[in-house]
């Protein structure tokens, strides 16, 4: 992997591979550059494609005192693509990568993009009573701090009852009967170094980027699941109505990822608008 040392001496560290115009795929909380690589490779002829593990993540030790903070994250972008001296660029976030784009975007505005692609994300995560598009639809600011701290206490457990809670009646049927596929994410998530995950966490559900969405200028690929854990269809109609230039597609049978339900389809559904907003 390459590197480049952020502002506050954090090493930034990423995969880039192919020529053309640049692609940037942004990870979700506690995931890290790898959940990207398959789709990074089916871009790569004709991209110069860049996978981060954002600071926190992807198992790379932190200085003592270091932030994980979105803000910084954001920073962190505008550092990478001033490094390579990039313009034009495509960014893709999945979850917490689409909130670091709206970051962002409101820190340094879209002169260096062309456009951007969110997957089943909300622009606020914690609601009250007069949003109720973030997470559940009912996940206010005590039910944050509740699941901080179960985060604290295990972090993996926390996470993985945050997942079977939702929308999604089959995750929650998984994770009673302990399924295989739960236990290798248990297992992978006890690997983690939580408290800057946990840090994290808490820069993600206080920010709130409603108001963003109806400043950004260039057009938006909008990718959201049907039967994501987190966010009623509700959620994605708001960020289409509110991106002027927004291009929305409901994945059937899809969760919170609905780029892995659907690998081709997502594949085919990027490139075609990369080509559309590359220039």
């Not at 954002?54 to 962190?76: V, Y």
């Not at 975007?105 to 951007?116: R, T």
């Not at 929308?167 to 994410?185: I, V």
Request: negative net charge; aromatic residues 10%; charged residues 20%.
């Amino acid at each position: 992997m390459e590197q480049i040392t952020a502002t506050d001496g954090t090493k930034i560290h990423y995969l880039r591979l192919g020529k053309g115009s640049p692609v940037i795929f942004l990870h979700g909380w506690s995931a890290s550059a790898k959940d990207w690589l398959p789709f990074a490779s089916a871009l790569a002829d004709h991209h110069e494609v860049i996978c981060w593990d954002a600071r926190g993540h992807g198992g790379h030790a932190q200085n003592p005192g270091s932030s994980s903070d979105i803000r910084d994250m954001a920073t962190d972008l505008q550092q990478l693509i001033s490094h390579h001296q990039l313009d034009n660029v495509l960014l893709v976030g999945h979850s917490m990568g689409a909130l670091t784009l709206w970051q962002y975007i409101q820190d340094f505005g879209c002169s260096k993009l062309c456009g951007v692609c969110i997957v089943d994300q909300s622009p606020r995560l914690i609601t009250d009573k007069q949003w109720q598009n973030g997470i559940y639809g009912n996940f206010d600011k005590i039910a944050n701090e509740q699941f901080i701290s179960k985060l604290r206490d295990n972090f993996a457990e926390a996470l993985l009852q945050l997942v079977a809670n939702g929308y999604n009646r089959k995750s929650y049927e998984n994770y009673h009967r302990n399924s295989r596929g739960f236990q290798q994410m248990r297992e992978h998530l006890q690997t983690l170094d939580s408290e800057p995950l946990v840090q994290c966490w808490e820069s993600l559900t206080a920010a709130d980027f409603t108001g963003v969405l109806p400043l950004m200028d260039i057009p938006a690929l909008l990718i959201y699941g049907d039967e994501s854990q987190f966010y009623a269809q509700a959620v994605a109609e708001y960020v289409r109505d509110n991106i002027s230039d927004s291009e929305l597609h409901i994945y059937e049978n899809s969760d919170h990822s609905p780029q892995l339900f659907h690998r081709e389809r997502f594949i085919w559904d990027l490139q075609t608008f990369a080509r559309r907003v590359s220039r």
